[in-house]
């Protein structure tokens, strides 16, 4: 009988140690992110203009009525195309009155040559004056400096009479009209506005402590309002040294790498500006783990499944997302959600598309 009991108690006990062993822990669905590090900081987009870096703003160079417009605003121009044209009435009396004044000193200039060559004749054979050949030859100077003055005055005034006809002097676009036909303007009034369309830059206007933190090192990126992926990149060439006292703003010009067909002058631009940096990771705020007065994050084993705590140094922080300077690697994946549940070497199930 004592045996018996003996293998009864045995049998009984045995159950009651394999109860005993810890059940596995659980694998735990989480969610992640793989690492990306960032090498660019965003100093924020601005919108913007494409404009021709060359403009200019002609005008007549005398006074008048502008008789007729002889381009529409967006037309092309030619070196030598007429742009618009003064009343010539004024211009055209003057020049009449000095070629007037031109043919009477003329003929003053002939008549003081022949009388200087008689009175030289005379004077030659003895039976004339010097007195009278002095004054004769002071006369022909006298006529032969208004004759030059005559005939400058008539330069002047076919210049003058040239001068109501406005034409460009470089091929360029007509981009803005200053005055209207009918009304009068005064000597270098401004009348119209040609840009030169083969060079091309974007104007942006930014605030005053965006503008302090330019620096050479600077990317823009610059990208059509209407067809985004349309884009190319610029360098700063200009930055107006004066804010807008109105705007509290400063104009910044920018060189384009390249100058894709679509920017056209006046095109509306997004531009976006970055500064090179260290690298540095951004993640989900819920990533991050404190604990025992340590910063770190759960970094999955994608061979094994499992995860392990990894101590990082925090940059930046805010509400939704932290910047982490150094402690992760790219393209390693990061626990998101959950830290606080899991356990150093707890396998985990993820998707692997997450982002």
């Known amino acids: ?201 974007a104007v942006i206007d930014l605030p005053i402590p965006v503008a302090e933190q330019l620096t050479p090192s600077l990317v823009f990126t610059v990208a059509s309002q209407l067809e985004p992926a349309i884009s190319t990149t610029a360098t700063l060439r200009e930055l107006e040294p004066q804010a807008d006292a109105t705007t509290r703003t400063r104009r910044a010009r920018l060189s384009l790498a390249s100058t894709p067909q679509a920017f056209h002058l006046g095109t509306a631009i997004s531009v976006t500006l970055s500064s090179a940096i260290a690298p540095r990771t951004e993640l989900p705020a819920t990533a991050l783990l404190e604990r025992d007065g340590k910063t770190q994050v759960w970094v999955v084993d994608p061979q094994h499944k499992t995860v392990s705590t990894r101590e990082v140094t925090l940059v930046e922080r805010s509400e939704r997302r932290v910047v982490l300077g150094a402690g992760v690697q790219p393209g390693e994946r990061v626990v998101t959600a959950g830290v606080n549940s899991l356990k150093p070497g707890q396998q985990v199930k993820f998707d692997e598309d997450a982002r």
Request: with cysteine; aromatic share 4%.
């Open 1 to 201: 009988m004592k045996p018996l009991l003996v293998l009864l108690a045995a049998a009984t006990l045995l159950p009651g140690c394999k109860g005993d062993e810890p059940a596995p822990e659980p694998v735990r669905p989480v969610l992640s992110t793989l690492v990306e590090p960032q090498m660019q900081s965003q100093l924020g987009r601005f919108a913007g203009t494409i404009q021709a870096r060359f403009e200019s703003t002609l005008g007549f160079r005398v006074s008048g009525r502008i008789a007729r417009r002889w381009v529409d605003v967006g037309a092309q121009v030619k070196p030598g195309d007429t742009l618009a044209t003064l009343d010539p009435t004024d211009q055209q009396n003057q020049l009449r009155a000095a070629e007037g004044d031109l043919a009477r000193v003329q003929a003053q200039w002939i008549n003081a040559q022949a009388n200087a060559r008689r009175q030289q004749q005379l004077y030659d054979r003895g039976v004339g004056a010097q007195a009278q050949l002095d004054v004769a030859q002071t006369d022909l100077k006298t006529t032969g400096a208004s004759l030059e003055q005559a005939r400058s005055a008539v330069s002047q005034a076919r210049d003058q009479l040239g001068y109501t006809t406005l034409k460009a002097d470089h091929g360029a676009v007509v981009t803005a009209w200053r005055a209207e036909a009918g009304q009068t303007v005064s000597a270098g009034q401004e009348v119209v506005t040609l840009a030169r369309p083969d060079v091309k830059e």
